[in-house]
């Protein structure tokens, strides 16, 4: 007799509405168990796939295991395999039909010993969900006790195995049922590790693949171990035996891939494997270029199928048929790879589309776009018909609606904006106070993105896909139509606006928090003023008034007044943001260094001149309000949804990438200590050299090199312990201030409403993302944001390269600076040049084995000879006896030139013309890198908090207690890539192929 019951569905319209399906489900007294050992195998049915008799258990894997291990769940190793039917339903939903495909024929396959059992059919397996259990914990529970039956079924003859990810599943099962193991999944593999063809699940990233976490970063080095696979691949890598394993070189050199690459002495040997199989092909569209006349010539008589060379030089060769080679071989254009046959050595496409001319800017800046996969079309009819309207003829106002519902602080509060010179996309806004009390009110107010941008409307969903706004060298491309990112939602000086605020109110004298408010505001900016401005009124310079526009027009009185009501709130904020960052400090938050240029046009749009980044200490003073306000955000939505708030972690790097840095500080007498961010941060701010600034700044950069990356992630995917972020030295951090540009933002301001409503017990109006939805998000946001720091790199380098390009290396002034060595290699150094901002190779054995010789001139030449490595220093000998040694952090004369390419992108080239430093030093360029260091206002401050906190031995005892928690480095990280380990490749150090 068939049991009746109801299974109820809840899905999601494209609305964002939720609808309910209510199915009827029939139970089944049996179910083909499809094992050998079933004592009632007529009642049963077994009459198809059996499980072989010849295994010690059978194994049964969990939904999360099954939907993130299938290729695993293949190896023929692994046998007696039983797949649960909510498992497989789970694969479906998940991961999409071809995932299931994948299973079915691997059930279908007689060659792989694994069967299905259909536990939600049959009458004594089946558990209907209960009230308030997520549905992950359901499953779960459903696949356990299936197995529990499937045990007993089989007369208790044949152990059962489960294999999870869940560790409170390993908690809560593990040993409830004799006979029924829940264990860890990645123990069952490593169990399996006694053979050396066990294969690992990575995805190909050039010349090393990404940690998969069942064993170590991988070399896969060479166009034949990679057996026809591309970057971006995910592949199945097989070890190699031992003798076998390669290291990295520590030789600079022109191309990474190339197997002269390995001809110096390595690093210590390391896992080296060859890809065995594709797993899935992550092909894409590929900017190419056409081979010139005599390289048609060359490839042979059948001129119709040519190769054409991709502008990244980590992809194969591409053959196409076309008989435009002639007319596109001055032109940058798309291919698309169709196959790959097994035996040829380069894959098969077609022509796309031109994207432009070889050199012209558009065409370059085009090339970048397609390289990171950035779509910059213009936003759509249905999209636009959304934005609200503001012109002249119907200008946009403030609704009666909001004013009622929102705070006003119109009135009240002097609001003003700090931003770069320029800037459109205002997001965030700054206001300070005494309040009648005599404490303090510090305010920031973000742009209210979420009130223009409904959950799952047309341009919502475009900005989702876009997920950031795209800063390139001379432009932007915008997550948001113009009408909300340089108008409505930026929030300009002397108009009226929506806000979201977070207001604290201050102790008067020690600044600490007493109170927090979070809510919707509407504020008009008094100001919008520039960094450069902000920091000559902090500094007392108040000719820089003229410079402001809200001064113009104001008679000398009010000006005063007004003036005097500015200089005191940024000296009061810049006050406020002192102490915030010596409390971080105290707990180990990072200074660490990038390099920002700053392309300078003319008014024809020529490159007139590249300008690094200064710093001023009003950029600490903004920076310290958002990651304050971002702090206080992430704990207020973790509070209200820990299962399902976005925030942002940044974990502990791995010890063994600090090593370059330890040894260069040790070069110049230092001693750095990474074993946590607390000793690191005061390790750095001791390395100081009061001769020469730069040292601390290339120190602060090797560091930061070193660092993994900082991701976005769902609550509900990882224990609250692996929230921290190390480099800020907070337990937990999301991005909440730029709304505009950034759409995690736009989900946190979301979750951050429904948590203020959720406290006035509210319905929450917005449907908020599951963990699992907001996971998926995650990954699709971190992929962007990196595309968005690649692109904004490579389009750095092009305008680094057109502004050198053309120029005379020997004559023309600007291609001579002063450089500085922080590494070195077996056959050169690794300079950097402050003045442009740009790190690169140079070589101290050319082409033809000769090396460079320095005379009494200081001239450099090249001659025959030898070079000889030491840890900090490297000698270069002639056969003449001539010598000359350069050592880590020497000041020596650089040429710049460009090595220009009609393939790839251009690269800077630089050459050692003098052991000697620049003969005009740029003294105001080493002023200014010492603002890099602290403050001693700064550091003043952090001895009076911790002198504080030393008197009260409770708050040490708790601060303690969260360094030990948070800020050491526990274990391996997975974050790893050549992002970590590219000093050590054989590129020029500027470039990056890592997250």
């Given amino acids: 007799m068939l049991q009746k019951r109801e299974k109820v569905l809840l899905l999601r319209t494209f609305q964002g509405r939720t609808l309910r399906i209510v199915r009827e489900h029939y139970l089944r007294p049996s179910v083909p168990c499809n094992s050998p050992l079933c004592p009632q195998p007529a009642a049963c049915r077994n009459d198809g796939k059996l499980l072989s008799s010849d295994v010690t258990h059978y194994m049964i894997p969990d939904w999360k295991v099954v939907q993130d291990y299938l290729e695993i769940l293949e190896f023929p190793e692994l046998k007696g395999i039983i797949f649960m039917q909510t498992a497989c339903q789970t694969l479906q939903h998940q991961r999409g039909r071809r995932q299931y495909n994948k299973l079915r024929h691997l059930l279908k396959d007689a060659r792989h010993d694994c069967v299905l059992f259909a536990n939600e059919f049959q009458q004594h397996c089946y558990h209907p969900r209960e009230r308030g259990e997520s549905m992950e914990k359901w499953q779960t529970r459903s696949i356990y006790r299936a197995a529990v039956w499937y045990y007993h079924h089989c007369q208790d003859k044949m152990p059962i195995v489960m294999v999870t990810e869940d560790e409170e599943a390993v908690q809560q099962y593990g040993s409830e049922t004799e006979g029924v193991f829940v264990i860890s999944f990645k123990g069952v593999l490593n169990v399996n590790k006694h053979r050396a063809q066990i294969e690992a699940f990575v995805r190909l990233q050039g010349a090393s693949c990404k940690d998969s976490g069942l064993v170590s970063d991988i070399l896969v080095h060479g166009m034949k171990a990679r057996n026809r696979s591309i970057h971006g691949d995910v592949v199945v890598v097989e070890l190699l035996p031992k003798n076998e394993w390669k290291g990295r070189t520590a030789a600079l050199c022109e191309n990474d891939s190339d197997d002269k690459a390995l001809g110096d002495p390595p690093s210590e040997p390391m896992p080296t494997g060859k890809v065995v199989g594709i797993l899935q092909k992550n092909w894409r569209d590929y900017v190419v270029t056409f081979p010139s006349k005599e390289e048609v010539q060359s490839q042979g008589k059948n001129a119709q199928k040519i190769l054409v060379t991709p502008w990244d030089n980590r992809i194969p060769k591409i053959r196409i048929s076309t008989q435009q080679t002639e007319a596109l071989q001055d032109f940058r254009v798309i291919v698309r790879i169709d ?48 934005m609200p309207v503001n012109t002249p003829e119907n200008p946009w106002k403030v609704s009666p609606e909001e004013e009622r519902e929102r705070k006003d602080l119109r009135e009240t509060h002097l609001v003003f904006s700090i931003d770069p010179k320029g800037c459109e996309d205002v997001d965030d806004t700054l206001s300070v106070r005494t309040l009648a009390n005599g404490n303090l009110e510090l305010g920031v107010h973000i742009a209210d993105v979420t009130h223009f941008v409904p959950p799952n409307s047309y341009i919502d969903i475009e900005a989702r896909t876009r997920a950031i ?527």
């Fill in 469 to 995: 706004t795209y800063y390139l060298a001379d432009r932007r491309y915008d997550m948001l139509p113009s009408i909300l990112s340089a108008d409505l939602c930026s929030l300009l000086g002397g108009v009226d606006r929506y806000a979201v605020s977070v207001i604290w109110e201050l102790d008067k004298t020690s600044y600490e928090i007493k109170t927090v408010w979070y809510g919707r505001t509407i504020i008009r900016s008094a100001y919008k003023l520039f960094y450069e401005a902000a920091q000559e009124l902090l500094d007392g310079n108040f000719h820089i008034v003229d410079d402001i526009p809200e001064f113009r027009d104001l008679d000398e009185k009010s000006r005063q007044a007004k003036l005097e009501e500015l200089v005191w709130a940024i000296g009061k904020l810049t006050e406020i943001a002192r102490h915030i960052r010596a409390k971080r400090d105290h707990c180990g938050a990072l200074e660490l260094e990038g390099v920002e240029i700053r392309v300078q046009l003319d008014e024809k749009k020529n490159i007139h001149d590249l300008i690094p980044r200064q710093p001023l200490e009003v950029h600490e003073t903004v920076a310290e309000c958002m990651i304050l306000a971002n702090h206080w955000v992430a704990k207020k939505i973790w509070e209200s949804f820990p299962h399902q708030a976005l925030l942002r972690q940044h974990p502990p790097p791995q010890q063994e990438f600090f090593s370059e840095l330890r040894e260069c500080a040790k070069a110049k007498g230092f001693f750095i200590d990474t074993r946590s961010n607390k000793t690191l941060a005061d390790s750095l701010d001791n390395a100081n050299d009061p001769n020469d600034p730069i040292v601390n700044r290339l120190l602060r950069s090797m560091a930061t090199q070193a660092m993994s990356n900082a991701l976005y992630f769902s609550t509900g995917s990882c224990a609250e312990e692996e929230f921290h972020h190390y480099g800020l030295a907070l337990d937990k951090y999301t991005h909440f201030t730029s709304p505009i540009r950034r759409y995690s933002d736009i989900v946190v301001h979301r979750l951050l409403m429904a948590a203020i409503s959720k406290d006035k017990k509210m319905e929450i109006k917005d449907n908020l993302l599951s963990n699992k939805d907001l996971e998926e998000l995650c990954r699709h946001i971190n992929n962007r944001n990196r595309a968005a720091q690649h692109s904004q790199k490579q389009s750095t380098e092009l305008f680094q390269c057109m502004y050198f390009k053309d120029k005379d290396p020997e004559n023309e002034a600007r291609c001579i600076s002063d450089g500085v060595i922080y590494s070195i290699r077996t056959n050169g150094v690794l300079v950097f040049i402050p003045r442009f901002g740009i790190k690169g190779a140079a070589y101290l054995r050319n082409k033809d084995g000769l090396v460079i010789s320095c005379g009494s001139d200081s001239r450099s030449e090249w001659k025959p000879g030898s070079l000889q490595r030491f840890q900090n220093k490297i000698t270069s000998t002639t056969t003449s006896g001539e010598s000359v040694t350069f050592h880590l952090f020497d000041h020596v004369t650089v040429r710049i030139s460009v090595q220009a390419s009609r393939c790839h992108s251009d690269t800077v080239r630089l050459e050692i013309i003098s052991n000697k430093p620049y003969l005009i030093p740029d003294k105001d360029l080493f002023q200014q890198s010492s603002l890099l260091l602290k403050s001693d206002l700064v550091k003043e401050v952090t001895r009076s908090v911790e002198e504080a906190q030393l008197a009260q031995e409770v708050k040490v005892n708790v601060i303690q207690e969260d360094y030990q928690k948070y800020c050491q480095t526990k274990g391996r990280s997975l974050y790893t890539l050549l992002e970590e380990i590219r000093d050590l490749a054989l590129l020029d150090v500027s470039n990056s192929y890592g997250m």
């Fill in 339 to 386: 196959s790959w046959e097994s035996t040829s050595l380069y894959p098969n496409g077609h022509f796309v589309r031109v994207l432009g001319r070889i050199g012209d800017l558009e065409g370059e800046i085009a090339t970048i776009l397609v390289e990171n996969s950035i779509s910059v079309v213009p936003f759509s009819e249905a999209q636009m018909c959304e």
